[in-house]
């Protein structure tokens, strides 16, 4: 189970709304001053996502929660979006080489096969949200933190 840290935004008829931070992975290592990863990573802009989630217990905002995804969502995702238009491109492209023999040929293959497999990703995703392991859930939900006003 993969886990995140999310802070709660809202918290409405048991919907919560978190929002997620994306976080560089090598922040903490020892050659970070010279490191192209964390300098492009710098860079471009810090990514964030919000996501509803149905939970039960109220919820309060900024109040912290852990969130898992099975490894097997993960997977099967990264699959779906890398290897389904790779494969079409590959299988295209050959079939046109194949069947025209020329270069030009290929290279429209690889066009038809890339958008096609992108279309067909497309349309397994749609098919697979609706099932739960793709969907993250609650693991344990922080202790609500106390605002002290006027000492």
């Not at 149905?54 to 969130?67: D, I, M």
């Not at 990264?78 to 299988?91: D, E, N, Q, S, T």
């Not at 050959?94 to 069947?99: A, E, I």
């Not at 279309?119 to 969907?135: E, G, L, M, W």
């Amino acid at each position: 189970m993969l886990r995140e840290w999310a802070t709660v935004i809202d918290w409405q008829q048991g919907i919560a709304t978190l929002r997620c931070e994306q976080q560089a992975g090598c922040s903490s290592c020892q050659s970070k001053a010279s490191c192209g990863t964390r300098v492009l990573n710098k860079l471009g802009p810090q990514v964030i996502h919000d996501l509803q989630i149905p939970v039960e217990q109220p919820l309060s905002p900024g109040q912290r929660v852990e969130l898992g995804i099975p490894e097997s969502g993960v997977l099967l995702s990264a699959l779906l979006v890398y290897m389904v238009p790779l494969l079409g491109i590959l299988l295209c492209s050959g079939l046109f080489y194949y069947g025209l023999g020329s270069d030009i040929a290929a290279i429209i293959g690889a066009i038809v096969g890339g958008v096609s497999g992108f279309v067909i990703a497309r349309f397994y995703a749609a098919k697979f949200a609706t099932n739960a392991s793709v969907h993250p859930i609650i693991l344990q939900i922080g202790i609500p933190s106390v605002s002290q006003t006027g000492n």
